[in-house]
């Protein structure tokens, strides 16, 4: 109980966010492409809107794109998935190795859930500065600030063994939210596209 008294938290060490390594490889290294593969897919869809191609390959080239973006998506969580696998394994000589008392397991196993959710977050944030979508964006930043604060402030008062628990709970419905939203954008894209030029 002295370890867990004298060390303030495991934000000494920012370990919780190992599982953002296999996201950040070289430039180059195919390792993570979800990215590059959706940019690819945005510039042949918006080219051909621009150089008036025949609406059957526009629409080619869009169901492309929204397949890249749900690939992307889906490879992210298969790869966060495979990283919290890891890190849950070695979870406990990873903490005792770097001298943080292993009391904090807990506390470290629902920030590394949280921290994978927030990564998927991103992924669909970066599809929506993509699409040009700010003020979707700007709602998802409202309302993860909003749910995290609140969500925070609970945990906070229900006791030690529930912290995390507000941060894991703000990356899950800004998630839901967001893919909602993604799901819908992409549903309206040639509306918006066509329709709402010049706006």
Known sequence: MQNFQQRPAVVQFPVHHCPAIPQRQPRGFRLYPPVTDFSEAYDR?????????????????????????????????????????????????????????TLYLPMFYIDLVSVSLQLILLAIQNVLFYLDSRHI???????????????TFVTIELGASFYGYGYAGATFISSVIGLALLSRKFDRLEYETFMLQGR
């Open 45 to 101: 869809f918006y080219t051909a809107v621009r150089e008036g191609d025949t609406l059957a390959r526009i629409n080619e080239f869009r169901d492309e794109m929204v397949r890249v973006a749900r690939n992307g998506i889906y490879e992210i969580c298969k790869v966060q998935s495979f990283t919290l696998i890891i890190l849950f394994i070695w979870g406990e000589d990873l903490l005792s190795a770097i001298g943080i008392s």
């Open 137 to 151: 964006n700007v709602s998802l930043c409202v309302i993860f600030f909003a749910s995290n604060l609140i969500f």
